[in-house]
């Protein structure tokens, strides 16, 4: 039951902040890409990366605590079904090529994201590791 209450408590935070991020003006006011859902997807591919491989690196964080943060907070900040209404807009409204520009953007830099999670993510535990 604990552990619920953690992703509980992470969702509410990460859908509080995915909502400030569809509010920010320059975002949600693009006409030709929806960069509001671009901007919160990617940075979630980022830290889900940077924390699930400091979290293996033996980084010590609680089980609860992982859950919040990655099942938690960035599955409410991150969200796969509007990045797929967006597209099914984009192809109603027969704008392919945007379409076409957003799933790529979306998917190729999403695993660019996640892999400079895992850079990072080796950079910061081989200066802890120095550390200690």
Do not use: W
């Amino acid at each position: 039951m604990k552990r619920v209450i953690y992703i509980f408590m992470g969702g509410f935070c990460g859908a509080l902040l995915r909502n400030l991020f569809f509010n920010i003006s320059f975002l949600a006011n693009s006409q030709t890409m929806p960069l509001n859902t671009i901007a919160v997807n990617l940075m979630g591919c980022f830290f889900l990366s940077l924390i699930v491989h400091l979290a293996e690196k033996s980084i010590k964080i609680s089980d609860d605590f992982h859950a919040a943060i990655t099942t938690g907070f960035l599955g409410a900040f991150t969200t796969f079904s509007t990045f797929s209404k967006n597209i099914g807009d984009l192809i109603h409204s027969f704008n392919f090529l945007q379409a076409g520009a957003y799933i790529i953007v979306s998917l190729l830099g999403g695993l660019i994201l996640v892999y400079l999670g895992y850079i990072c993510s080796n950079i910061i535990y081989s200066k802890l590791e120095k550390k200690i």
